[in-house]
T-cell receptor, first 109, second 116 residues
Framework: DAKTTQPTSMDCAEGRAANLPCNHS???????VYWYRQIHSQGPQYIIH???NNETNEMASLIITEDRKSSTLILPHATLRDTAVYYC??????????FGAGTRLTVKP | NAGVMQNPRHLVRRRGQEARLRCSPM?????VYWYRQLPEEGLKFMVY????????ESGMPKERFSAEFPKEGPSILRIQQVVRGDSAAYFC??????????????FGSGTRLTVV
């Protein structure tokens, strides 16, 4: 599976958009990009995933560059409850996911 | 439709005892994954199981750890002769069986194991 690189931590003001970047320069053609988050010590929560087109759901938007070597997760209007560790994962054909260190997002009032 | 159920939520064991962690996947899901999270660290993949089969156990320690997912009943992660270093949160996830299982995993709330 391709390795991902994320910033260790980020801050965001409440009500503003949070843009979380992820580099996955070694991604291969059949690998999807997944985003999860973990709030405090709860179980990870699925956010969104995509292959090459941009995706949007009720939680977030996922923007994948044309060469697929990086992506950005966008939380359009961050709230204090969005404070969490966000994981970007590239998933291959063996059907299991490997988590990295993630980005610790702190939403500040 | 209940989510992934893990029990117990908290488990305390003395060094040398056995720990048994249970995971019931979501209804209709036949793939189960176990992860371990040490304090202040990320999730580490341990094992991937389907009913009665271990598909990938590359993240499992070579000794004392075993996992099963029987035809009937929950998946069990078993840790024999626990040591203090086994203290961690253990998360189970499940996903549905499909020809192209590209959906996300659903995680349980975890079992916090404390070895004293």
């Amino acid at each position: 599976d391709a390795k991902t690189t994320q910033p260790t931590s980020m801050d965001c003001a409440e009500g503003r958009a949070a843009n979380l970047p992820c580099n996955h320069s070694t991604i291969s053609g059949n690998e999807y990009v997944y985003w999860y988050r973990q709030i405090h010590s709860q179980g990870p929560q699925y956010i969104i995933h995509g292959l090459k087109n941009n995706e949007t759901n009720e939680m977030a938007s996922l923007i994948i560059t044309e060469d697929r070597k990086s992506s950005t997760l966008i939380l359009p209007h961050a709230t204090l409850r969005d404070t969490a560790v966000y994981y970007c994962i590239v998933r291959g054909g063996n059907n299991d996911m490997r988590f990295g260190a993630g980005t610790r997002l702190t939403v500040k009032p | 439709n209940a989510g992934v159920m893990q029990n117990p939520r908290h488990l305390v064991r003395r060094r040398g005892q056995e720990a048994r962690l249970r995971c019931s996947p979501m209804k209709g899901h036949s793939h189960v994954y176990w992860y371990r999270q040490l304090p202040e660290e990320g999730l580490k993949f341990m094992v991937y199981l389907q009913k009665e089969n271990i598909i990938d156990e590359s993240g499992m320690p070579k000794e004392r750890f075993s996992a099963e997912f029987p035809k009937e009943g929950p998946s069990i992660l078993r840790i024999q002769q626990v040591v203090r270093g086994d203290s961690a949160a253990y998360f189970c996830a499940s996903s549905p069986l499909s020809a192209d299982s590209r959906g996300g995993y659903t995680f349980g709330s975890g079992t916090r194991l404390t070895v004293v």
